[in-house]
């Protein structure tokens, strides 16, 4: 299939030590498994996936307000800056673009910390407790999604 947008998936902290933190939690697969996983999804609905992963916030914020007028959508597992930080909340935001909110593990199982997410209102959507599917079926979510909003606008239907 021929690519027709450009999604960046986003990854924050800790996420680079996949396959060694915590594999009851995060299981035994990689960062690269995960990119691998999302990038196979999205190819397969026409979309091309960039990757970022950091253990710096000012990083990821600034990577997030690279990313208008660059992509049609959004990934990001934020890791524990899902719950923290009201600055990534605002620049995930103020793109304007959707959102897809991911989690490993189910952060409504979690410690009671892990079950609040600052950025939940600002994403279309959230895939949490699936494993490293996770990540498959949140590209899957956002291609789909942005393929109903391209057949929308170009149905020409004003009624």
């Not at 996949?18 to 979309?47: H, K, M, N, W």
């Amino acid at each position: 299939m021929t690519e027709t947008g450009r999604l960046l998936l986003l990854n924050g902290p800790n996420l680079n030590m996949l396959g060694r933190r915590d594999p009851r939690q995060y299981g035994t697969f990689s960062l690269a498994d995960v990119e691998d996983i999302t990038r196979q999804a999205a190819a397969r609905l026409g979309y091309a996936v960039d990757c970022f992963q950091t253990n710096h916030e000012g990083s990821l914020i600034d990577t997030i307000h690279t990313a208008m007028n660059r992509y049609d959508g959004i990934l990001i597992n934020a890791g524990a800056w899902t719950h923290t930080s009201y600055a990534l909340r605002d620049a995930l935001e103020l793109t304007g673009l959707p959102v897809l909110e991911i989690h490993i593990s189910d952060i409504y199982r979690r410690e009671p910390f892990r079950r609040i997410s600052v950025i939940h209102e600002v994403c279309l959507d959230q895939v949490v407790g699936l494993g490293l599917d996770s990540y498959r079926v949140a590209a899957e979510k956002l291609c789909h999604h942005l393929k109903g909003r391209k057949d929308d606008e170009g149905s020409g239907d004003n009624t």
